[in-house]
């Protein structure tokens, strides 16, 4: 019977992991702060037991736990706790768990390494491994590095840091298991058999002819029900997924998701197997990516320690705050452009901000549409017209409805038909002017080849914010005052 695994139980669980070496550090730092302060004799030999006696307890409990919860327990600690739990980190998974810690908390830990530390936790890890690691690494530590691996692990670095970030060569893994097509299937069984254990996320064998061109693929499914007798030839297919290391990340997260692959085959130009994608490395790739733009759109420059110092913290932020002063300015002082009417008619105050906050969702929805569709690869030049379209018919209806209800409202809160009738119209406009500048906005970013995640939650609140407040009070100064 298969165990089922229930993510929010996993999740408790992981939370009670954290609760537990959180107490095993207070019970640690409490005996250790009683023997510093007790004056007997031998009293270094004695805080040296006791903090023997504690750190192995905390350290048996981290040897238990997988990298990946061992790096949940590092992110959900403030830095002392955290570095006094990385020291007790056994260092032959030193390298593991960096690979599945936030950047953010990466870049902590490593400070706290000595280079000769940080050298022997990354000779453990493969080639595509260190590649992720390269970006945060002393320059003379990935020089101590490229010397001690063989000449072949050598390139296949070299090759992969070679790769932006956002295409497959940076996802790429090297451990590919390959046999020929001339073989039989008893062949290939013998040769697998040879493996201590096959590479993670092994679903097919690659087939390769004599100059490693790539020319099908042999599902483990298959070789397991077919006759041993037959050839690899016979069995092999041929309609695969191949991907090209320079192809973007993100098709290939498309592609993996709309054929249920568990691993594809990477080809250079000339069409040789030089390596290949897995599940588990899209997977991680789709979460950095999904948290890159949520962090994108808060107007985050990248993702953020919670424990890290308030400076580190106010460079990561003030960027697009300052962005949001100056249109908290812009709109401000649309709003002391009619201070005349807004003293005459003291209802304005209470309901322009509804236009504006209306406005300003609705722009949200609108450009999340838009940002998702880009990120799929679904909008093409010659769709920004149907775009505007039908994102202004969606406005036009919704501004109708939503602002014929308020309408109503203000005529029956400050009885004035008037009135009424401007909060209506207002509505109107300032839903059209979102969804235009919802499809604007990030169209016009994927032309200019930026991310249209970045910041366009704070460049549709500032549009919605001063337009809606311009079309509203401008409206009650022509036809109420």
Not at 3 to 15: R, S
Not at 260 to 266: G, Q, Y
Not at 318 to 323: F, H, I, K, Q, T
Request: aromatic letters at 6%.
């Amino acid at each position: 019977m298969n165990a089922v695994i229930d993510p929010k139980k996993e999740l408790e669980d992981l939370q009670e992991d954290l609760r537990e070496v959180q107490e095993l550090l207070r019970r640690h730092q409490l005996v250790e702060g009683l023997v510093e302060r007790q004056e007997m004799p031998r009293h270094e030999l004695v805080e040296a037991l006791v903090h023997r006696q504690n750190g192995a307890e905390l350290r048996a409990k981290l040897d238990r736990m997988h990298p990946a919860d061992v790096a949940y327990i590092l992110e959900s600690l403030p830095l002392e706790e955290r570095l006094i739990v990385w020291d007790l980190v056994k260092a032959e998974r030193d390298g593991e768990i960096l690979l599945e810690v936030s950047d953010a908390v990466r870049e902590s830990l490593i400070r706290s390494m000595d280079p000769e530390e940080l050298v022997a936790a990354t000779e453990q890890l493969e080639a595509d491994e260190i590649a992720d690691l390269a970006p945060d690494l002393p320059e003379d530590v990935m020089a101590d590095v490229f010397r001690s691996l063989p000449v072949e692990e050598r390139e296949q670095l070299r090759a992969a840091m070679s790769y932006p970030e956002d295409a497959v060569g940076a996802l790429m893994d090297f451990d590919v298991v390959s046999v020929r097509e001339d073989v039989t299937l008893e062949v290939v069984t013998r040769y697998l058999r040879r493996f201590d254990e096959l590479p993670g996320h092994t679903d097919q064998v690659f087939v390769v002819d004599r100059e490693e061109h790539l020319t099908g693929v042999l599902p483990l499914s298959l070789l397991i029900v077919s006759d041993l007798e037959a050839s690899v030839a016979a069995v092999m297919k041929t309609d695969m997924v191949t991907l090209y290391p320079d192809d973007k990340a993100q098709q290939a997260a498309q592609a993996f998701e709309r054929y249920d692959l568990v691993s594809a085959a990477v080809v250079d130009e000339q069409g040789k197997l030089v390596g290949r994608v897995t599940i588990d490395t899209v997977v991680d790739y789709i979460r950095d990516k999904s948290e890159g733009e949520a962090l994108a759109k808060a107007g985050l420059r990248e993702e953020e320690d919670i424990f890290a110092s308030v400076w580190d913290s106010v460079k990561n932020r003030w960027a697009w705050l300052a962005v949001n002063l100056v249109t908290a300015f812009i709109a401000s002082r649309v709003i002391g452009a009619f201070e005349g009417s807004i003293e005459r008619l003291v209802a304005l105050a209470a309901l322009m901000p509804i236009v504006a906050g209306i406005g300003g969702n609705s722009g949200n929805q609108t450009i999340t549409m838009i940002v998702r569709a880009a990120a799929l690869g679904q909008i093409q030049p010659d769709h920004a017209k149907k775009l505007y379209r039908k994102e202004r018919g969606v406005a036009l209806l919704n501004g109708l409805i939503w602002g014929g209800i308020l309408g109503l409202v203000a005529w029956y809160l400050y009885s004035s038909i008037p009135l009424g009738m401007v909060m209506t119209l207002a509505m109107v406009l300032n839903l059209l002017l979102a969804a235009t500048m919802g499809v604007l906005i990030p169209t016009t970013m994927v032309k200019l080849g930026r991310d249209p995640a970045v910041g366009s939650s704070v460049m549709i609140t500032a549009c919605t914010d001063s337009g809606g407040f311009f079309i509203f009070l401008g409206l009650a100064t022509l036809f109420l005052l």
